[in-house]
């Protein structure tokens, strides 16, 4: 079957098979069962990392190497090792060991409340945060010069921190401290990749380590550039304007699967070779590209599948979920999905027009093209022209000048949100406390109709308007496609009238 029968079956079949990949597509875990490593941020309940909810009861915990843990000091918004194993639908597992780390602990030394996004400078490490980053024990309006923090968080591609866990030293509730507290407010760290190595320093970010006489852990490491130590000093630690180290770790790999177990890395893109590709046709594979993913070395193949985009997407800087295996002779993940976070359209509407490969959606008054290939599965026919039934579309925009959203997942009896028109994308540019841009489309959220929470945080909580502006990036775009994804926002309209009734931020 040629690929324009395929298409036009889309249209008049009841229901088309996923092929899997493609832009969107229903999630899956890619039959990636078994013992492995996962690493990436993580969220309570017991331990759940990328996607999948590991028991911790029987695991081994360790914070920032200390071992004396238990699962109830894991907390929201670390960023977690997790060896372990998981069954067969690739949702459930059982956790033998959760390492979690830290990227810098030490005093703010500078704070900028007017960028976008906001930020903080420690020991010579840029700290940005958003509207994805959890506060404990300090609010961003908390932070000032000289301020006690602990920052979990993913570098990327510049090496700062995109900041998920902030920790404060204040204890507000009494004997609480050893759960929700740092792990050891006297010690200053910095975690991080070596660069500029003399015989004596090294930077981590734009902070100069002096060894000195640091004891090096293991016995005999080796400190070289690209590789990731952890420095520790016992204030005060910064002596003409040097870190002076008192103890540093070399980390080694540990933490990496075996050769050919399963491994899930998430984290910024960097190091990309090729930044700009062409997308094939559905029959074509796509190209394999070497990049690193958290400092992670990662290839992909012909076969690698890509969900929620394409992998014309892929660029450096970008957020993303490598799964695969691991191949210890190369020391590589080698990946057989790619899973870009943040980056899914999400559209609710009424069909206006239609032909064999796209058709339009009106949103709320709003004009949106959407593209059908052969990777888009669908739930039933698409309803004839000016309708009351309402479709729903999950996608990617496609790269281009024009606005045109690929459809990985069309849905015609699955709307939520009571059938009201819904547009959800990643913003592309902003006005403070008036409008944002998804798909092109300027909308004015300064006042929605909710008569509760009108704008909604990540975790479903009502929040301020200021708050959520605070929260929005906009995304740094070229021509026609946007090179770093903006905070991914929902916008729900009123029924047949083009007003707003809430604003959500997704992840």
């Given at each position: 079957?040629?690929?324009?029968?395929?298409?036009?079956?889309?249209?008049?079949?009841?229901?088309?098979?996923?092929?899997?990949?493609?832009?969107?597509?229903?999630?899956?875990?890619?039959?990636?069962?078994?013992?492995?490593?996962?690493?990436?941020?993580?969220?309570?309940?017991?331990?759940?990392?990328?996607?999948?909810?590991?028991?911790?009861?029987?695991?081994?915990?360790?914070?920032?190497?200390?071992?004396?843990?238990?699962?109830?000091h894991l907390q929201n918004g670390m960023v977690v090792s997790v060896r372990g194993t998981?069954?067969?639908?690739?949702?459930?597992?059982?956790?033998?060991?959760?390492?979690?780390?830290?990227?810098?602990?030490?005093?703010?030394?500078?704070?900028?409340?007017?960028?976008?996004?906001?930020?903080?400078?420690?020991?010579?490490?840029?700290?940005?945060?958003?509207?994805?980053?959890?506060?404990?024990?300090?609010?961003?309006?908390?932070?000032?010069?000289?301020?006690?923090?602990?920052?979990?968080?993913?570098?990327?591609?510049?090496?700062?921190?995109?900041?998920?866990?902030?920790?404060?030293?204040?204890?507000?509730?009494?004997?609480?401290?050893?759960?929700?507290?740092?792990?050891?407010?006297?010690?200053?760290?910095?975690?991080?990749?070596?660069?500029?190595?003399?015989?004596?320093?090294?930077?981590?970010?734009?902070?100069?380590?002096?060894?000195?006489?640091?004891?090096?852990?293991?016995?005999?490491?080796?400190?070289?550039?690209?590789?990731?130590?952890?420095?520790?000093?016992?204030?005060?630690?910064?002596?003409?304007?040097?870190?002076?180290?008192?103890?540093?770790?070399?980390?080694?790999?540990?933490n990496r699967p075996g050769n050919g177990q399963r491994f899930e890395m998430e984290g910024?893109?960097?190091?990309?070779?090729?930044?700009?590709?062409?997308?094939?046709?559905?029959?074509?594979?796509?190209?394999?590209?070497?990049?690193?993913?958290?400092?992670?070395?990662?290839?992909?193949?012909?076969?690698?599948?890509?969900?929620?985009?394409?992998?014309?997407?892929?660029?450096?800087?970008?957020?993303?979920?490598?799964?695969?295996?691991?191949?210890?002779?190369?020391?590589?993940?080698?990946?057989?999905?790619?899973?870009?976070?943040?980056?899914?359209?999400?559209?609710?509407?009424?069909?206006?027009?239609?032909?064999?490969?796209?058709?339009?959606?009106?949103?709320?008054?709003?004009?949106?093209?959407?593209?059908?290939?052969?990777?888009?599965?669908?739930?039933?026919?698409?309803?004839?022209?000016?309708?009351?039934?309402?479709?729903?579309?999950?996608?990617?925009?496609?790269?281009?000048?024009?606005?045109?959203?690929?459809?990985?997942?069309?849905?015609?009896?699955?709307?939520?949100?009571?059938?009201?028109?819904?547009?959800?994308?990643?913003?592309?540019?902003?006005?403070?406390?008036?409008?944002?841009?998804?798909?092109?489309?300027?909308?004015?959220?300064?006042?929605?109709?909710?008569?509760?929470?009108?704008?909604?945080?990540?975790?479903?909580?009502?929040?301020?308007?200021?708050?959520?502006?605070?929260?929005?990036?906009?995304?740094?775009?070229?021509?026609?496609?946007?090179?770093?994804?903006?905070?991914?926002?929902?916008?729900?309209?009123?029924?047949?009238?083009?007003?707003?009734?809430?604003?959500?931020?997704?992840?």
């Amino acid at each position: 079957m040629n690929t324009y029968s395929r298409i036009t079956l889309l249209i008049v079949s009841l229901v088309l098979t996923s092929c899997g990949g493609g832009s969107g597509g229903i999630a899956d875990n890619g039959g990636m069962g078994g013992t492995g490593v996962s690493m990436g941020v993580m969220t309570k309940g017991s331990v759940i990392v990328n996607g999948v909810r590991y028991e911790d009861n029987s695991a081994s915990i360790s914070i920032d190497d200390d071992t004396t843990k238990t699962a109830a000091h894991l907390q929201n918004g670390m960023v977690v090792s997790v060896r372990g194993t998981t069954d067969n639908t690739g949702r459930g597992g059982t956790a033998q060991q959760v390492s979690a780390v830290i990227e810098v602990r030490g005093t703010v030394t500078s704070k900028d409340a007017n960028s976008n996004p906001q930020r903080f400078e420690v020991l010579g490490q840029t700290v940005i945060v958003d509207d994805l980053t959890v506060y404990s024990n300090i609010t961003f309006g908390a932070i000032a010069n000289n301020t006690l923090v602990e920052v979990h968080g993913l570098r990327d591609a510049t090496g700062d921190i995109r900041a998920t866990r902030v920790e404060g030293s204040e204890i507000p509730v009494i004997g609480q401290n050893s759960i929700t507290g740092m792990t050891n407010p006297s010690v200053d760290e910095i975690r991080g990749a070596v660069s500029n190595r003399t015989i004596n320093t090294f930077n981590l970010g734009d902070q100069v380590v002096f060894i000195g006489s640091a004891t090096i852990v293991p016995t005999g490491a080796t400190i070289s550039n690209g590789g990731v130590v952890e420095v520790h000093c016992s204030r005060p630690c910064i002596i003409n304007n040097q870190f002076v180290a008192t103890r540093i770790e070399v980390e080694d790999g540990s933490n990496r699967p075996g050769n050919g177990q399963r491994f899930e890395m998430e984290g910024m893109v960097s190091d990309l070779t090729i930044p700009i590709l062409t997308r094939a046709l559905p029959s074509s594979p796509p190209p394999a590209l070497s990049f690193k993913v958290a400092g992670v070395s990662v290839t992909t193949s012909g076969s690698t599948r890509y969900q929620s985009g394409v992998y014309e997407d892929m660029t450096n800087n970008i957020k993303v979920e490598a799964e695969g295996t691991w191949n210890d002779n190369t020391k590589t993940l080698v990946a057989n999905k790619i899973e870009f976070k943040r980056s899914v359209v999400r559209l609710q509407g009424f069909v206006t027009a239609q032909n064999a490969s796209t058709f339009t959606l009106n949103i709320a008054g709003h004009s949106v093209n959407v593209e059908i290939d052969s990777f888009t599965d669908a739930d039933a026919a698409l309803p004839a022209n000016n309708s009351n039934t309402c479709v729903q579309v999950r996608g990617q925009r496609k790269a281009g000048p024009s606005v045109v959203v690929t459809a990985g997942e069309i849905r015609v009896n699955g709307c939520g949100n009571g059938g009201r028109p819904v547009l959800q994308a990643p913003v592309e540019a902003e006005t403070p406390e008036t409008l944002i841009t998804l798909l092109e489309i300027s909308i004015d959220v300064s006042n929605p109709t909710d008569t509760s929470d009108k704008w909604v945080n990540t975790a479903d909580i009502g929040i301020s308007r200021t708050e959520f502006f605070n929260a929005v990036v906009a995304a740094s775009s070229s021509v026609g496609s946007p090179l770093v994804a903006g905070t991914l926002v929902k916008v729900i309209f009123n029924e047949n009238v083009n007003t707003v009734r809430q604003v959500e931020l997704e992840d």
